[in-house]
Every structure is written in C-alpha cells, then in structure tokens.
C-alpha cells in the first residue's frame, strides 16, 4: 500500500482505499459525531447512505448488497457488448467461447425479430405439451416441464445421499409445485380468485392464439389456481427442511404408493442407462408423495391439464417480446412484491438479455468477469481471511464451557474438514481453461433463436445434473452457482462454503484495504457463512456432510438455552420502514423464523474479529493499521464495525417491509447490524458502551 504520514497514523491513500473512504464518510449520517453509536449504531454509518440512495420504482427496498450487482451488471453489460478482451489470454478456443456468448446476447437483443414471433414460440410449445396429455399416469407432463426448466408437483434433482455422502441419489423434494413465492399466499382465497386468477386467465388467452375471450379462460383459470391452492396446503410448512421429512426408497415402492406421478418412467428416461432405478437410490417426503397421489385421483384431469400449462408458460415468458404477456406478468410481478406503479414500464433490453447469459452461460461469463474484476492477490488474500476465520472458531471451541470433549472434538473436525470455494472453480469446469468451457457446454446449442437457446440451455442442465449418478460426490463441483454472482452459501451436505468473486467486491473485499476493513466486511460474511454449519440445520450434519447427531444430550440442552436467547432479542425488536413516505408504523421481527440468520450475523462478527487479531498478531502489526483519508479519527476497531456496518446499509419501504417480515428467513438489514453490535463485547468495548457483556452470545 501506498502511505504517508499525518501526525498520528498513516493513511492509505491507494485509488481502492481514497474511493471507500470517500463513500464511508458520505454514507455517515450528517450529524453522526452526534450520536451514540451504542444506541443507534445503524443510524450512525447508513444515515447518509439513505440519503443518497432512492427505491426504484419496480422495488419496494433498496440494500448495498443490490448496488453492488447494479455495478457488477455493469461491468457484465460492458464484457458482453463489447469485443473480445484484447488483453485476454488469447487462443481460437477462448474467443470461441466468447463469440458464443456473444452470438446469445445478440439474439436476445434481437427485438425486432422477438416481437415478430410474438408469443407464438410458447403456442407452439403448448401444442407440444398437449401431446403428453392422455396416459394412465402424468409422468410425460412432469418430464416434459423438467426438460425445459421447470419442475412441477416435485423437485425431482441428483444430490448426496444424507447418510453415505459421497454417493448421490435422486432427490423427490417437496416446494416446487405452486406458482407464487411461497405456500402462505395461497390461504388468501380473494387475492388467489380475484387478483392471481384473472391474471392467469389473461395470459392463458394471450397464448392460445385463437382470438377466444379472456372469459373463456376464467374457469379454467380459477380451476388451476384452486390445484395450486390444494398443493400448497399439503406442503410442509417452510420452517420444516427436507431432510426432517426424508426417507429412503426404491422407484417401484414410489409407484406403489403414487401410481399418479408415473416415477419409474420419469427416471428412466432421464437417467444414465448404467444406473438402473435400484433400491435405495430416492431420497423423498413419503407422506407428501402419497398426498400428492391422493390429490391427483381426486382433481378433474381439466385443472391439472391447466396446471401443466401454466407451469409452462411461466417457465418460457422470459423467451419471448409481446406486450400482451408483459403487461400482465408484470402487474402480478408487482403485486406479490408489494410495488403499487401504475404503468409498469419494461426493464431495458439488455438487463433481460444479461440474466439469459448468466442462466445459460454462466461460466463462460464468469470467465471474463474474473479476469477483469478478481486478480491472484484477490483470490491469496480471501482464501487466508476464511482460514482465519476457521481459526477463529477453532479458539472459540477451545474456550467454551458448555462444550463437552466430545462434541467440542466433532466441531473442530468438522471445522477442520470445511471446505472452502473462493473465486471460481478450477475444475468441472475449470475457469481458467478454455478447452474445459468448451466441453462443459458441449451438449448446448447456441443459435440465432432465443427461444430454442433458452430451451437447449434447460434440457443440458437437466442431463448434467442426472450424469452426476454415475460418479462420486464431486466436492469441487460449484453447479450454477456462477462466479459472477454476488452472494455466498454454505452447504450442510458437503460442508462447504463458497464466495464467488462477485461478492468479493467493494465494500465487502478489497485487495488494497486495510486489514480492519476487509475483516469487518468479509471477514464477517465469511463468519456467517461457516457458522451455519452449526445452526439448527447445519448442526445435524457431521464433517463428511452426513445426517447424523454428533451432539450430547447436555451440550444440546445448553445449545437450545443460547438459542431462545437469540429468539426473544430478535423477537422483542420493533423495525420501521426508513424511506421517505414512511408510515411510522412498527412491526415486530419473527425471532423463531429469522432465528438461524441471526444468529449467523452474530456469531460472524465474533469471529471475525477474532481472526482480525490472530492476523494481527501473525502478521506483527499490534500496532494498528492505516487509516482511512477522512476518518483519521476512527480507531481500527472501530473502523472494523464501521466496514461491516456498511454491508448492510438499506432503505425500505413500508410495503417492502411487510413482505420482508412475511417471506424472508433473516432480519430486516436495521435488525441485522443492531441486532449483531448487540451482541459484540468487542463493538461495545470500542465504542466504550456502558453494558460490555453482548446481549446474546452462541459462538
């Protein structure tokens, strides 16, 4: 780093540290010097971030985590638009690849040709789809729907065997079934009859072609709604993962319990021929199964068959340009996401044609993305932050009473085995090689019709994700998880976490920052990640990724006790929407619902903050670190909660809120930076608060 002196620490004055200090300090709210960090912290760093940022009008809540694909998307517009990279690693194969790409995006942005076919391309889909109409059971309908990348009744997908990880097995999983983004939507009967059905009849008229009355449509409309309706009330509830529900079993006991879905003909079809469907090689939810069947006998064959089209339509909208879809699509776009513009105007072109690309050809994109945005020192520096991080966790398992030896040995295995995926994959395919691009895609074909490279793209991902059968567990395998992406996971299954070079960017990573920001900000992220492995899912898988329960009866007892401590804090919190035509009404936080994300933030900025002195202390630099130009008078412990305090800077609406409250499994961004200070000794001894203790403590 580039530094001068002042006349008490040094600052960093590169061209990364100078753009996020510049945005630090005007994201401070203008009056922070004013204000109790203790009290509101949020306040204090998002302030002027809220003031600097507006809601889009297609959106009830805007976050820092959305500006940075917003930016991201940018710099994605600019690859694909424009020629291949001059000072790229050249061979006829890379550019290849690249003129793939290429080819795609231009057929998207094709408009003038997709409004010339209109919706034809889905009519003559649906004329297909009747075909598989008629036999004794709807295993054509399911594979058809699979095929062009939508799953209908079940989630019908290859992963790990829950007991014997290295092996993978078909998944028969409940939740895929109902059109609308979760089963809750469908108790209310008047939005389902009144707003959704006349909706789904408007646009079935539109696709059929044939000049009929939108009412002609109604009851076939209202019939498939109720389906989905039945469907949805047989689910099991959200707060239950599959892999409570979960059982083994053969495909000819499947079609003994479900004669209906036909499951033996969906798999051999789509199935290696070397993998026969043996006994053993399902993992499903046999109750939902059976329910399904039973629900199947007992529906008119008219509302499944409506059932099948819809799913259909919903699957291939995106392929095609006619007002008479768009219009429609995006009034019920609006009303689940809580959005009241009158005249929905179109995203431009190019945002639709961008999100193929990344569906499509996600690697390929990835490739030029990383090596524009995610340099070697990127990829050295994040890898030894999650290293410490792990560290981190091993010291704190270390030191906790509560942990008998046993299960205090099971945790540091598990941590031990952790495995950790940064930047892109190196290997099926591998990112850095353009002849393994080449093959990854192999079996896809990329034409001048948008519609037949959506439809390609979905039967290749489908037949890849079946040839898994025929192998091992690969644990280096990313799936879709696109490099590109700016988001982080962990897997129970696998117990593996990846941070793909899209989410190490400014603010969150940087490889010229100093150490307190980058720990505060990714480090953080990275905390929250590895602590899932230990949360009420996570903890019931042991370092292999098997479901197995590796924890003592007395150690679970003071496990459950830290967790209520974390449901109460959370559910005591009153949040408020924060945009400008805010209400001022308060609503209260579900405590049990958001209970594994919570405690995720909390127990991320913990650790952390640990790794951030265990590299101190490594690296000799107990001294601190530069400074930021503009913040000279932030010490770098604070500096640290200032970096992580920025990740979660958000603005939303009152309507954004609501539904926040109603479909997502974490705290509303307020919530997570109060809520995990709270529960920091190390935010509360920089800030010298009065109370040191954190309010709720797991690791």
Known sequence: ????????????????????????????????????????????????????????????????????????????????????????????????????????????????????????PITNLLDELRGAFGGDDWSQPLLFTSRIGTNSLVLMYVASDLDSPDVQLVHLNPGAGFSLPNQDLY???????????????????????????????????????????????????????????ATKASFPEADTLAPRLGLTKVYAALAPPSIPPGPGNLLWDKAYTGNLNQLLETTPRSAIEGYFTWRVILATQSLVLADEIFQPFTTLRNRLQGVTTADPEPSPRWR???????????????????????????????????????????????????????????????????????????????????????????????????????????????????????????????????????????????????????????????????????YGAFGAVAGHEVSHGFDRTGRNFDGTGRLVDWWSEEVLVEYKKREQCFVEQFGNMTVYANDRNASGKGYKVDGLRTLGENEADSAGIVAAYDAWLLRRELDGDKEGGLALPGLEEWTDEQLFFLAFGNVWCGLISDDGLKLHLQQAGRA?????????????????????CGAKEPTCELW
């Open 668 to 688: 509303p961004n307020w919530g997570r930076i109060m809520g995990s200070t709270a529960n920091s000794k190390a935010f509360k001894e920089a800030f010298a």
């Open 1 to 120: 780093m580039v530094a001068i002196k002042n006349a008490t620490r040094a600052l960093c004055t590169t061209p990364m540290c100078l753009q996020l200090a510049g945005d630090f300090v005007k994201n401070l709210s203008p009056n922070y010097k004013k204000i109790d960090p203790c009290a509101n912290f949020e306040e204090m760093v998002c302030g002027g971030w809220r003031l600097r940022h507006e809601i889009p009008a297609t959106q009830t809540a805007i976050e820092t985590i959305r500006v940075m694909e917003e930016e991201s998307a940018g710099v994605l517009r600019a690859i694909v638009e424009g020629p291949y990279p001059g000072d790229s690693v050249h061979s006829l194969v890379d550019q290849d690849n690249f003129e793939t790409m290429q080819l795609a995006y231009n057929t998207c942005m094709d408009e003038n040709e997709l409004k010339k076919l209109g919706v034809a």
């Open 352 to 518: 639709t044609c961008l999100a193929s690309i990344r569906s499509n050809l996600g690697w390929v994109l990835s490739r030029f993305f990383t090596e524009r945005s995610f340099t070697q020192r990127d990829l050295d520096l994040s890898n030894q932050i999650i290293s410490d991080v792990r560290a981190a966790y091993v010291q704190k398992f270390h030191t906790l009473p509560w942990l008998d030896d046993p299960t205090r040995a099971k945790a540091m295995e598990k941590i031990n085995l952790l495995i950790q995926k940064i930047g892109y994959p190196t290997s099926n395919p591998n990112l850095t090689d353009p002849e393994s691009l080449r093959a990854y895609y192999s079996g896809q074909s990329t034409t001048a019709s948008h519609f037949s490279n959506g439809r390609s793209a979905q039967a290749q991902a489908l037949r890849r994700n079946f040839q898994l059968l025929e192998k091992p567990t690969d644990r280096t395998n990313w799936g879709d998880f696109y490099s590109v992406t700016v988001n982080a996971y962990y897997a129970p299954d696998t117990n593996e976490i990846a941070f793909p070079a899209g989410i190490l960017q400014l603010p969150v990573f940087g490889g010229d920052l100093p150490s307190a920001v980058n």
């Open 187 to 245: 108790t209310n009967t008047s939005m389902l009859m009144d707003e959704y059905a006349p909706i789904v009849a408007s646009i079935l008229q539109a696709v059929h072609g044939n000049g009929s009355a939108t009412a002609d449509f109604t009851e076939q409309a209202r019939q498939l709604v109720k389906f989905e309706a039945d469907l949805a009330a047989i689910n099991p509830p959200r707060s239950t993962s599959f892999y409570e529900l």
